[in-house]
């Protein structure tokens, strides 16, 4: 550095920095929570507003809808959009939507439960 402000014998301090020493055997790992998924699927038939587990689509098994008071949360997609909860119902083994409208015939119906 040349300057006429620094003289040029003038040593810069080098910064001062610690390193934490840590133990070359300690070994840390988070485990994560396990979580219990379940989901219901369906196909809207044109003027159904009420799903139980026997409308669900045959071909998945273990399908069932879990009473909400076991459940962590759910999800609710028609056609893919995900619903708000003022727009359904669930109880043990029944969904029930509270929209005006119903989904139209061929529409998937999709209820995720967690369990954390």
């Given amino acids: 550095m040349h300057s006429k402000y620094i003289k040029e014998d003038t040593a810069i301090p080098r910064p001062l ?11 840390r790992t988070r485990i ?10 369906a196909i809207a038939n044109g003027c159904q507003r009420i799903y139980e587990e026997k409308d669900g689509i045959t071909d998945i098994e273990n399908q069932v809808i879990l009473d909400p008071s076991n459940v962590s949360y759910m999800n609710l997609f028609i056609n893919g959009v995900l619903q708000p909860h003022d727009n359904y119902t669930v109880e043990k083994g029944k969904l029930k ?19 954390i």
């Fill in 97 to 115: 939507l509270n929209t005006i409208d119903i989904p139209i015939k061929g529409t998937p119906i999709i209820l995720q439960m967690f369990i």
């Fill in 32 to 41: 994560p929570k396990r979580i219990i998924s379940y989901e219901f699927y």
């Fill in 17 to 27: 920095l610690f390193f934490p020493k840590c133990s070359p055997n300690e070994i």
